[in-house]
């Protein structure tokens, strides 16, 4: 496991705007992230899905990346940023996207290797709580849960679930 | 033609949403979105008494946070529990132009 600094690897955060207007509403920024990237056509320009844990017993950041640390400055100045927002007073650990993550062998599955992983941690604190909310246990867990044949099923899940939701909304409409 | 598959929460998926997640493709932000707001709607399971402790933050929020200041980040993060939970997910998306880059997950632009 890679443990770094979230300072050492954290990059000027770019301000790309500001928010200045209150209430705040968030749905309104989704076309914004969908549109965020518009060089797609640029040589190997591409988008890449990843996921972020801040562990608060232990103070830090653990970085799955299924593309080995593709995501990692990115992840590191999101955390630089947590880090700031809450007011952490020892600098926040990073563990490296390169070190322990599931990769993905395919050029399409990181999503789902993101959202497996996803649920792999969320269930893993559900169920135990502070206990299960350390960078060791999680990785043991992931590394366990979110391997390529699982992500695969995962994938086909998701499917069979969102078929299931569509279902049962035309049924309370009486469709 | 209205190809919307389901309206959950304040997600939208459409029929070419869904046609990423059949085949072998790249998912989108609404797909991401959906499975965050789908974790957090589905509740806790009779064996998760810590479920309330999870902090579940998608993908349109963490780009959000990701571009404002400290102090923005914190009042736009407040209503997901983020300051009590033991953890806190955050899905991230970035991008890379560089050409020396291998393109692990190509991107699609928005068809909406």
Redo the contacts between chains.
């Keep these: 496991m890679r443990l770094i600094q979230v300072s050492s690897v954290a990059r000027e ?7 200045t207007a209150a209430p ?1 509403a ?2 309104r ?12 056509a ?16 232990e103070n830090a950041f653990a ?1 799955f990346d ?2 080995g640390g ?2 990692d ?3 590191a ?2 955390a630089e ?2 880090a ?3 007011s952490l007073k020892n600098s926040p650990a990073f563990v490296s996207g390169r070190s322990g993550s599931p990769r ?1 062998r ?7 290797f ?2 497996a992983t ?2 792999a ?3 893993l ?6 206990s ?2 350390t960078a060791s246990r ?1 990785a043991a867990r992931v590394a366990r849960e979110v391997t390529p044949s699982a992500v695969g099923r995962f ?1 086909g899940e ?2 069979e ?2 078929r299931a ?2 279902e049962a ?1 035309a049924r309370e409409r009486g469709e | 033609m209205d190809d919307k598959v389901l309206s959950y929460g304040d997600c939208l998926l459409r029929v070419c949403d869904v046609a990423l997640l059949t085949g072998p493709h790249w998912l989108n932000d609404a797909v991401m979105s959906f499975y965050f707001e789908y974790l957090r709607g589905e509740g806790a399971q009779p064996d998760e008494p810590h479920a309330d402790r999870v902090a579940l933050v998608d993908a349109s929020l963490t780009f959000l946070v990701a571009n404002v200041s400290p102090d923005e980040a914190r009042a736009v993060l407040a209503p997901l529990g983020v300051s009590r939970a033991h953890m806190a997910l955050f899905l991230v998306r970035a991008t890379r132009t560089s050409a020396s880059s291998n393109a692990f997950c190509a991107s699609f632009k928005s068809r909406r």
């Design positions: 955060r770019p301000s790309t705007f500001s928010l705040l968030p749905p920024f989704r076309s914004r992230q969908v549109n965020d990237n518009d060089d797609v640029a040589a190997g320009g591409g988008s890449h899905w990843s996921l972020l844990a801040y562990l608060r017993d970085h299924s593309a593709r995501n400055a990115a992840a100045r999101l940023t947590l700031e927002a809450f993905q395919n050029g399409y599955d990181c999503g789902v993101a959202l996803a649920h941690a969320r269930r604190v559900a169920r135990e709580g502070a299960g909310a999680l994938r998701l499917v679930t969102v939701l569509a909304r």
